[in-house]
């Protein structure tokens, strides 16, 4: 049935983005992630998306994790709705094999290993970088699957919107920025609180404690959200010899789900940054940066204190851009410190790790080559040295684009996996670390932007639960898959479509091997529909997944599911403009994680103001 789905959407795609117009726009995109240096997207060799603001608005999202759902190579598990715990699968690696960055420094929790995106409010965002395959070479630790790099609003003017919907959802932000002379400022603030839903459905006669899904208990309750949060950003420029910004982004709130040990917890994600770029010649960039990532949080039974988790990144780095004739060489070096406070004892609560890596990016003819190496070490796990090397090709005078590439990453163990008492943590582990091939190829034609990109990684002792739900090393695991984006606009109609065929198994000898690892799809999808009429636009996305597994051994199968959204977009008169979107139409139920509920029919409006600048 989903082979099906897919093959329609494809051929419904096809024919409409035949005789298209005009889709190559956004390769003049400008992106840092991909190789720590600015280039437009169209010369990045790998695969890379960017989320704008606009694209944002155009979505009505309410959370990260649905903004980034059906994104090439990306497959999403929530624990229950709005604020509830997300796991992000890029590729099929593991949810603390993605790196995510916001404004150039690193985020998540130093103690679990993976980032609370879901209390990342998509109202703060610009932007969004997606870079998909190994970038351990740049940025070390825990970039296996890719990086997700978040930069936070930078407002001119003044814009304000509010909006309310289905489980009392409401959602209410104002920013304002200027920039004066070499001076600029801004500053945006969100408020979004939702009652929700039972986050949990346990079936009728299922024993919670013996429940390998982490619920343990049946509490037939509304689970509901709050986030406050607050981003700033400051920068002066001393003409064109250096630039000077401090960004922030503040969140705290609290969420509820079930649990019998606690059932809420109340957060706070803070990430103060500093850069400073100086130019002392036109060839040369030298970069200076550094900040503190917070991830704190208090579980609570009943409003009952119940434990305290408070964690600290710090960072700091340089580097340096030489550009000559079209070649480029960059030489850089980082320094992290992960830093775990709990009322819960771990056996280490520190560790530091120093990184410095080189890159060559270079364009010769129709060819660009790339070559990056990296030296960690680690003060856990001695020194990881990696590299990678990229090709492309640029034939029919650049409509055409021909890829490949190679690389190697590794993944430090987190102090939850070693540390956590009461039997739960595994002090003998070993890090993960991944070697990649990448082949691909993109097209600009008049009426149509097309790419496919192929990968296959070998993963040596993946880190997952086992059977008896500890954590353990997987001797060899292979992610393989292939990704097709197609994207183009007829007249006043727009049409894309997003599809990812991936195979992440578990290649260990045993009683698991050659099995699924967990709740990861072989095949998602997307499909959006937009036609502009008159100054309004009116949407349709289609998201389709295929079945999963929420175990190691694939007993516990969860179905496929196709969910389809309608949106309007209206701009009115004076600067103000109306949203209206009915999300997840057919009320499909359905599961990423086994027994979280996800959202039924929604309803949801928006008022926003904007003046024209």
């Not at 005009?22 to 600015?38: H, K, P």
């Not at 009505?60 to 903004?67: G, N, P, T």
């Not at 650049?398 to 590794?410: D, E």
């Amino acid at each position: 049935m989903f082979s099906k789905l897919c093959l329609s959407a494809t051929t419904v795609a096809a024919c409409f983005l035949s005789v298209d117009a005009s889709a190559a726009d956004r390769l003049d995109e400008v992106v840092v992630t991909a190789s720590r240096t600015e280039q437009p997207i169209s010369e990045v060799i790998g695969s890379v998306t960017v989320i704008t603001r606009e694209q944002i608005e155009q979505s009505q999202v309410q959370s990260l994790q649905d903004l980034l759902r059906g994104e090439l190579g990306v497959d999403i598990a929530n624990n229950g709705g709005l604020g509830k715990q997300s796991s992000i699968f890029m590729r099929g690696a593991n949810s603390s094999q993605t790196l995510f960055l916001i404004d150039g420094v690193r985020l998540g929790s130093a103690s679990a290993g993976i980032t609370s995106f879901e209390f990342i409010p998509v109202d703060q965002i610009e932007r969004i970088e997606i870079v998909r395959g190994p970038r351990s070479s740049l940025y070390g630790s825990d970039a296996i699957g890719g990086v997700i790099q978040i930069f936070t609003r930078k407002n001119e003017g003044v814009q304000a919107s509010m909006s309310t919907g289905t489980y009392a959802t409401h959602d209410f932000n104002a920013g304002f920025g200027m920039q004066q002379d070499k001076l600029r400022f801004s500053v945006h603030g969100n408020y979004i609180e939702s009652e929700g839903f039972n986050s949990c459905n346990l079936p009728s006669g299922l024993h919670p404690e013996y429940l390998g899904c982490g619920i343990y208990t049946v509490e037939p309750d509304k689970d509901g959200f709050h986030n406050r949060s607050v981003s700033a950003s400051l920068g002066y420029a001393f003409g064109n010899f250096a630039d000077l910004e401090l960004n922030t982004l503040y969140a705290q709130g609290l969420t509820k789900y079930d649990g019998s040990f606690q059932n809420e917890t109340q957060f706070l994600n803070n990430a103060p940054n500093l850069k400073l770029r100086i130019t002392p010649v036109d060839a040369l960039n030298l970069t200076f940066s550094g900040g503190i990532t917070q991830d704190k949080s208090e579980g609570y039974k009943d409003s009952a204190f119940a434990s305290r988790f408070n964690t600290e990144k710090h960072n700091a780095g340089a580097q340096a851009d030489w550009l000559i004739n079209q070649q480029q060489l960059t030489l850089g070096t980082d320094y992290l410190k992960d830093i775990v406070d709990s009322d819960t004892s771990f056996t280490n609560t520190e560790r530091s790790n120093t990184g410095i890596y080189a890159q060559y990016l270079g364009k010769l003819g129709t060819y660009e080559l790339s070559a990056s190496t990296r030296r960690d070490d680690n003060e856990q796990f001695g020194v990881h040295t990696t590299g990678n090397l990229g090709w492309k090709w640029f034939a029919m005078e650049r409509s055409l684009t021909v890829n490949a590439g190679w690389g190697q990453a590794f993944h430090a163990p987190t102090f939850n996996d070693l540390y956590y008492p009461f039997g739960y943590g595994n002090p003998e582990l070993k890090p993960e670390r991944s070697q990649s091939y990448e082949l691909g190829a993109s097209g600009v034609f008049s009426w149509l932007n097309w790419s496919l990109q192929t990968y296959s990684t070998r993963v040596t002792d993946l880190i997952a639960y086992n059977t008896a739900f500890l954590p353990d090393n997987i001797s060899k695991a292979r992610l393989q898959g292939a990704e097709l984006s197609l994207n183009g606009r007829w007249n006043k109609l727009g049409v894309g479509l997003n599809y990812t065929a991936q195979d992440p198994r578990n290649r260990q000898t045993g009683s698991n091997y050659d099995h699924i690892l967990q709740r990861r799809t072989r095949q998602s999808g997307r499909v959006n529909l937009s036609y502009e009429l008159g100054s309004a636009q009116l949407s349709a996305n289609i998201n389709v997944a295929g079945p999963r597994f929420d175990d190691p051994a694939n007993t516990s199968r969860m179905g496929g599911y196709t969910t389809a959204d309608l949106l309007a977009n209206m701009p009115l008169a004076s600067g103000f403009a109306l949203q209206v979107k009915v999300a997840n139409l057919l009320d499909r139920q359905y599961e990423t994680a086994q027994y979280y509920n996800q959202a039924g029919r929604s309803v949801f409006v928006k008022l926003g103001y904007q003046p024209a600048k």
